[in-house]
């Protein structure tokens, strides 16, 4: 049998696809990754980072550079958004340390994917190539982009997000599901934040009946604060991935928050609004040569801050099972992985639909306590 490594081809460079890419090349498969933007911009987002997901930037080898970037909060606050009654003191900090094994951080999103995407060897890292169509021939998969070129791998992953084209060759065209929610996002800076005689927490989500609008720094100087909200909207006509928002339409949505959220809408400059699309769980992850990872198989309304957590357990798990069976038994770890990825991701779906997560006090130990690399592997058969 040979033991040359079967070449990998990554679509997407997200954060899972820059995630697979990453651990791919350091485990020493031929993997390029092609993405279809051509480069990629700062924009105005921020994100959590569980200790789940920073056990995989420790293999990937950013942890030490994650924790000095991000803002180290010590507890998630949730709190009723008229009253500011608190409604749960989840601990973080050094409790998230010592019980979960790595930091709870909170992080610009341009910022970490940056760094996410240095960590991939540059020359087999292809902007602006997007993905036509894929032919899977059996014993090679031809990749057929829009700018007229082709290129062959062994194996393709697709990382291609909500949208993906692997996802629509393997399961056929499917529009993703609008939930119904719209999403807020902005930075706001810390100097004007000044001005107010209020307590700006690090990390705190402010909830009523039916939305929200959570709020932390996304840089450890704390120089730049952000909100991401749920907020109910019935349709979504827009045709594009998100329009502009204004001060005025977030004063609307949270009438009757108490003056920190208040607070907040008056230093807003920029506010952007973007549909919240989900997907039913798939009854399919991988055929053949090619498999799927991150939102292109469960994408999820961002309720719980695990979206990309999941992306990237998914590329650590894809990754290990190729390591466990052997790359060129790749139907086989292809099944493990899915066997060993399906009923969390499935689970993390469904919390985050139902906006329940961290509302109140309890134990999130099943989130932020997971190593991909120590759970015992399910063996698929036996599921
Ligand atoms: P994506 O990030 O969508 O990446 C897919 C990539 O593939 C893109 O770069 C795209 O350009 C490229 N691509 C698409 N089609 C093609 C093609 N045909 N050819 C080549 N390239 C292609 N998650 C968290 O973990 N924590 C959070 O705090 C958090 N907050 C969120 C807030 C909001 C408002 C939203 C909407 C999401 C949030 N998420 C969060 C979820 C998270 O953003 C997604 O789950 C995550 O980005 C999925 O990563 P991915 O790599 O699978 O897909």
Redesign the pocket.
């Known amino acids: 049998m040979s033991t040359t490594k079967p070449t990998i081809a990554v679509?997407?460079?997200?954060?899972?696809?820059?995630?697979a890419g990453a651990l791919l090349q350091k485990a020493g498969y031929p993997t390029q990754v092609?993405?279809?933007?051509p480069e990629?911009s700062r924009l105005g987002?921020?994100?959590?980072?569980?200790p789940n997901?920073m056990k995989v930037m420790r293999r990937i080898g950013i942890e030490d550079a994650l924790d000095r970037m991000g803002s180290h909060p010590d507890h998630w606050f949730s709190r009723d958004g008229a009253t500011g009654e608190y409604l749960s003191r989840i601990p973080l900090g050094d409790f998230a340390k010592k019980e979960y094994g790595a930091s709870y951080i909170?992080v610009h999103?341009g910022d970490l994917h940056a760094l996410m995407v240095d960590q991939l060897d540059q020359d087999r890292l292809h902007f602006g190539?997007?993905?036509?169509k894929v032919d899977d021939q059996g014993d090679k998969v031809v990749m057929t982009?829009?700018d007229g070129t082709q290129d062959t791998a062994d194996i393709v992953i697709g990382?291609?997000?909500?949208?993906?084209?692997i996802r629509e060759h393997l399961l056929g065209e499917e529009q993703p599901i609008y939930s119904g929610w719209v999403?807020h996002?902005a930075i706001i800076s810390a100097e004007k934040l000044k001005a107010y005689d209020l307590d700006f927490e690090a990390c705190v989500k402010w909830w009523s009946e039916d939305r929200h609008m959570?709020v932390y720094f996304v840089t450890g100087d704390e120089k730049e604060y952000y909100y991401?909200t749920g907020v109910p909207e019935p349709d979504w006509n827009h045709g594009t991935s998100f329009v502009d928002s204004s001060r005025e339409e977030m004063r609307k949505a949270f009438e009757g928050y108490g003056e920190t959220v208040q607070a907040l809408i008056d230093c807003t400059d920029n506010v952007t609004k973007?549909p919240?699309?989900e997907r039913n769980p798939l009854p399919l992850w991988h055929d053949n040569r090619l498999v799927l990872?991150?939102?292109?198989?469960h994408?999820?309304?961002?309720h719980?801050?695990?979206?990309?957590?999941?992306?990237?357990e998914?590329a650590a798990m894809l990754v290990r099972c190729l390591d466990t069976v052997g790359a060129e038994n790749y139907a086989d770890a292809f099944e493990l992985y899915r066997a060993n990825r399906f009923e969390r991701a499935s689970r993390v779906q469904k919390v985050s639909h139902d906006n329940t997560w961290l509302r109140y006090d309890e134990d999130p130990a099943w989130v932020f306590a997971h190593d991909v690399y120590e759970v015992p592997l399910k063996d698929p058969k036996t599921e």
């Not at 092609?34 to 933007?37: G, N, R, S």
């Not at 190539?129 to 036509?132: I, P, Q, S």
């Not at 990872?293 to 198989?297: N, S, T």
């Not at 994408?299 to 961002?302: H, I, L, N, R």
């Open positions: 679509i997407g460079a997200g954060l899972g696809g820059a995630a092609y993405e279809q933007a990629f987002a921020g994100i959590h980072l569980g997901v909170t999103r190539k997007r993905l036509e982009f829009t990382a291609d997000g909500v949208n993906s084209v999403a996002r959570m991401v973007w919240l699309l990872l991150g939102d292109a198989a994408p999820m309304k961002p719980m801050a695990q979206g990309a957590a999941m992306a990237i998914d």
